[in-house]
């Protein structure tokens, strides 16, 4: 992989806290990358350091090859989008779209060429005369990135560019923005809270905590693949269940024992939190013989739409799984109703206590 940014022990403290820790990055390009975590975790921090517009502590920034880390904003190849739109409410989005080109000293009729063809790209061909308040958010957030893309960065970053839209607009834009960086080829980086956002967009996610990247991967990687308790919990839905390792592929839940795959670089004996998603409970086809079989009782049963999430005990065991509305259907599923499950092996993640 060939890379179009280059992070290398990357440092930044406010005073005696540390908002990033050491972290280091390859973003290729063309890709699309998000930046996951909850609030505090140094996802926004890293951005702005990226752009310049917080100076690290230490650690430096490459971007094709080129050094940029002491670098001013102005003197960096990006573009930027804001959560709160950013645009100038006194001028005009044909303004506002052109503002970084006049500042660069355009002619006149190539920046009109330029704006009416960004204009065109995010979807407001007629809006160039209107201004800022008499937009919607969704067309305020096209503006925003219509003006970014107006110099024709090399790198284009969106800090939480949807957090301020309401549902519907925010995955209409989530479509249009993955569509229109795919067609530009732009590397992009986006900072989310969303993991919806993060798994639907991004050709690589990186999910951070408390100024340290946890994990990098594809969405599926971080998905199905966590590589930490803490990227489990933050990604999707996960039970979690304390235990003993009794050998590598042995793992003791109260006074059950199931199979999981081989666990490097734990002992046996070490306490355990096994992770299982609600919807790798399996019930249908059970074979005989099937790894990991319990008999559950289903102790509640939420609709939530397309399916329903069962609240599930065996004993000392407790968990969630998600069933198809057929499912319930067909096996004739309810509160109170005795039946048999299987955790499957390979979909079992276990982390140290």
Known sequence: MTSFLEVRNLTKRFGDFTALDDVSLDVAENEFVCFLGPSGCGKTTLLRTIAGLEPQSSGTIRQQGRDVSSLPPARRDFGIVFQSYALFPNLSVTDNVGYGLASRRHGRAATAARVAELLALVGL???????????????????????????????????????????????????????????????????????????TMADRIVVMNHGVIEQVGTPQEIYRAPATAFVADFVGAMNFLDGILEAPDRVRLGAVTLACLPQDGLAAGAKVRACVRPEDVRVRDLPAGVANRLTVEVTDLDFVGAFCRATL??????LVADFSSNLIRDLGVSAGARLDVALPPDRLRIFAA
């Open 125 to 199: 061909p007629d809006a160039g005369a209107k201004y800022p308040a008499q937009l919607s958010g969704g067309q305020q957030q096209r503006v925003a990135l219509a003006r970014a893309l107006a110099t024709s960065p090399g790198l284009l970053l969106l800090d939480e560019p949807l957090s301020a839209l309401d549902a519907r607009v925010r995955l209409r834009l989530r479509h249009e923005i993955k569509a229109l960086q795919r067609r530009l080829g732009v590397t992009t980086i986006m900072v989310t809270h969303d993991q919806e956002e993060a798994l």
């Open 313 to 318: 005990r065996a004993g000392e065991i407790a």
